[in-house]
Nanobody, 125 residues
Framework: VQLQASGGGLVQAGGSLRLSCLASGLTLSSYHMGWFRQAPGKEREFVAAIRRSGGSTYYADSLKGRFTISRDNAKNTVYLQMNSLKPEDTAVYYC???????????????????WGQGTLVTVSS
């Protein structure tokens, strides 16, 4: 089972990036998916999540309106569209999968049992 995150890079403030998370060895449609990030010297934090059906999405309050999570179960891929990026968005972004998270726990790191390796996003000012 592997979650391969990609799409990170260096971008100027105000720019956009789209991250992808390709799942292999599992059927993505069976999992709720989340994106988390970890900035240098900080704890990992919730960014966004999407239910397995794609019918419901969840965002960190501070990111709502700038980030959009989506999924294409046919391609076994989850996306994170990030717009109006700020230097404080600089972090390693991780995708994660959960087979059993309930709605109230979608934002919790502990709800996710499979993690990708992360992709670095650097936003310059």
């Amino acid at each position: 089972v592997q979650l391969q995150a990609s799409g990170g890079g260096l971008v100027q403030a105000g720019g956009s990036l789209r991250l992808s998370c390709l799942a292999s060895g599992l059927t993505l449609s069976s999992y709720h998916m989340g994106w988390f990030r970890q900035a240098p010297g900080k704890e990992r934090e919730f960014v966004a999540a999407i239910r397995r059906s794609g019918g419901s999405t969840y965002y960190a309050d501070s990111l709502k309106g700038r980030f959009t999570i989506s999924r294409d179960n046919a391609k076994n891929t989850v996306y994170l569209q990030m717009n109006s990026l700020k230097p404080e968005d600089t972090a390693v972004y991780y995708c994660a999968a959960s087979a059993s998270a309930i709605i109230s726990t979608m934002r919790r790191i502990s709800s996710y049992d499979r993690w990708g390796q992360g992709t670095l996003v650097t936003v310059s000012s």
